[in-house]
């Protein structure tokens, strides 16, 4: 079958970059674009890394384009303290040799959309104010898109605040706008993506993968959290990823899914509601992950883009 057409607006951000990895590694996937936003770091971060991205994993002439720096009526919150100051942890890449696509994300999601309709799936791993402001510029999208798989939101627990997490939390209006615009959100989020935890054999597996492995992979998951035997930093952005490339690895159920706004210690919490009540489900959302199958893929596509990197040492910029 002809690779799924994808485009990923995300916020690199360590889990973005090891999510990346995985898309340009796979054959499954063929990326159209990379759009950015500010989340994890401020936008001029998020793009740059998404540019020194491109270049050392060799996505050729994959457009960047640069969206929206921060929420829709909120004030900026980001996550540089889970992921470094450069948002990219302790790893340094090589300065990109070419400049964004000029534009904004919004109008090239929409676009991307209208040449293609039924043929492109969006996936957004960071917050949703990029994909909300193409539905409010252009509600067609809805019916343009093929999907839209996020990376966020959670059933159970936050890691923003007790009830939201990062991604949702970081704009909950754009959140709002975009389960209730009339699609089908796929949303794999925490309760899933807390699986997905680099323990000391995933590691050592990296550190055999030449300059993929020690020049971002390593430095990014080692800096993210304390690696054991058993546990470690979960990868979530790879989860969201991982599922276009195989749908049998996480686990869906249909349900209402309702995005706070107004709660004074719940906002961006996504009210996930599988009994419906009534209701035509607006979500499908991940209730489970299989870890093994899940790191044997990661590993055998890492390890891939590894050979084609190769091991020539690396250029501090």
Known sequence: MPPRKIIIDCDPGIDDALALVLAHGSPELEILGITTVGGNVELARTTDNALRLREFLGFGEVPVVAGSAGALLRPRVDAAGVHGGSGLGDALLPAASLPPAAGHA??????????????????????????????????????????????????????????????????PEAAAIVFGAGW??????????????????????????????????????????????????????????AHLIDPSLITLEPAVVDVETAGRFTAGMTVTDFALRGRAPNALVGTSLDVGRFWDLLLTVYAGVAESIGSIESIES
Request: glycine share 10%; hydrophobic share 50%; net charge negative.
């Open 184 to 241: 089908t959100v796929t949303m794999i989020g925490l309760d899933v993506s807390r699986g997905a935890v680099t323990t000391e054999a995933v590691a050592e597996r990296m550190a055999t993968m030449g300059r993929l492995g020690s020049d971002l992979l390593l430095p990014c998951v080692r800096f993210y959290g304390m690696i054991t035997a058993e546990d470690g930093p979960a990868i979530h952005d790879a989860c969201a990823i």
């Open 106 to 171: 919004a109008d090239f999601i929409i676009e991307t959309l209208r040449a293609d309709p039924g043929e492109v799936t969006l996936v957004a791993i960071g917050p949703l104010t990029n994909v909300a402001l193409a539905v409010l510029r252009e509600p067609a999208i809805v019916n343009w898109a093929r999907g839209l798989t996020i990376l966020g939101g959670s059933y159970t627990r936050g890691n923003f605040s007790p009830a939201a997490e990062f991604n949702i939390a970081a704009d």
